[in-house]
């Protein structure tokens, strides 16, 4: 009997063993309390999690861990798990060591003894943070979606009431529109394969002159630019209103135009950093020089509606092969700039 018995041990002492290197090695914080909600072991995952050693931890009160506002939590735990209920997984917020607060998520089950009596919790913590930053960016970025597709409907609307006014047939009138939404369509894919956080310039030059084709009497010229949501779109619609009007009646109509698009950031006499933007077009007179669309949409677009759209201006020149347009708006309304950038330019000072 008594071989039995300390065969009996061992094996127990073995099962001891390996449920404590579970314990050790789970990536999940595993915490054991009394029911005075005094920590009785501690493992390296909650070290990593809480920032306390096991030796710092073990015979604290486990509300070092709970911030003032959410101490009650505890109370209400000891009272489910005295009467044998198990806390299922709730989502809540603890301390660290350092102060720092983490998302965690908590489940909490009763600990009997050999006799069956309710001596202790343990708790089984999951750190959230990278979840709830991803849910926190997506509840963010539906707000930003649902914020655009409601600009791009007043868009779509204006596009359809004033190309109507210069339309002479239904089919104009389709093909026109058609053409301005797909532009529209093209600044839509750069921002959401950007996350809506912004598009690069050359980019978006690109994108909208790409379906005129002529690529080799396209030049563009100027620095790395990250353009906000809103002048993406902008200057996206402009870009296609004057690629349209290039290949209809000039540069890129043949191949002997010339298109230069250019663009810098300057600082002005008060000090306020301003975006630049010129279209050049050079190209062989075609007829009067002078597109039917001339007092149309698009002379709305290039004049009012993208320069409003960037709290800016524009100037459109047009003359037998010769076009024009050029836009001056705040940096900060067009461009996403850094901090570092910020503070370089604040050291700066204003321009000569």
């Known amino acids: 009997m008594a071989k039995i018995i300390s065969i009996s041990a061992l094996e127990q002492a073995d099962v001891n063993s390996r449920l404590a290197a579970i314990v050790d090695s789970s990536f999940d914080a595993i915490v054991s309390k009394d029911l005075n909600s005094v920590i009785q072991t501690w493992n390296l995952a909650a070290e990593r999690l809480f920032g306390y050693t096991a030796e710092e931890a073990i015979g604290q009160s486990i509300l070092i861990l709970i911030p003032e506002h959410l101490q009650s939590e505890e109370t209400d735990i000891i009272t489910r798990v005295r009467r044998g209920e198990r806390v299922s997984s709730y989502e809540t917020v603890r301390r660290r060591k350092d102060g720092k607060l983490v998302n965690v998520s908590l489940t909490v089950s009763p600990i009997t003894n050999s006799v069956g009596e309710i001596v202790g919790a343990s708790k089984i913590a999951r750190d959230i943070t990278t979840a709830k930053e991803s849910e926190r960016r997506i509840r963010l970025l539906m707000r930003e979606v649902n914020h655009r597709v409601k600009n791009q409907f007043a868009v779509i609307l204006a596009i359809i009431r004033e190309t109507i006014k210069h339309s002479i047939s239904p089919s104009e009138f389709e093909g026109r529109v058609s053409e301005r939404i797909m532009a529209l369509s093209r600044s839509h894919d750069l921002l959401v394969t950007a996350e809506w956080s912004g598009s690069s310039l050359f980019d978006v030059i690109q994108e909208h002159l790409k379906p005129f084709g002529h690529e080799n009497q396209i030049l563009l010229s100027g620095p790395l630019l990250a353009l906000l949501p809103n002048a993406v779109q902008s200057i996206g619609m402009a870009l296609h209103e004057l690629g349209t ?35 050049d077009e050079t190209s062989i007179p075609h007829g009067n020089g002078k597109s039917d669309d001339r007092e149309g949409f698009g002379t709305t677009v290039l004049k009012r509606v993208a320069p409003q759209g960037l709290s800016g201006s524009a100037i459109l020149d047009r003359s037998p092969g010769q076009l024009r347009w050029s836009l001056v708006a705040p940096f900060e309304h067009v461009v996403v700039s850094t901090v570092a950038e910020d503070e370089a330019e604040a050291r700066k000072g204003p321009a000569e």
Do not use: C, M, P, Q
């Open 245 to 279: 009007n290039s290949a209809k009646y000039g540069a890129l109509a043949s191949d002997v135009g010339r298109v230069a698009v250019n663009w810098e950031v300057k600082t002005n006499v008060a000090g306020r950093r301003e975006f630049f933007l010129n279209w």
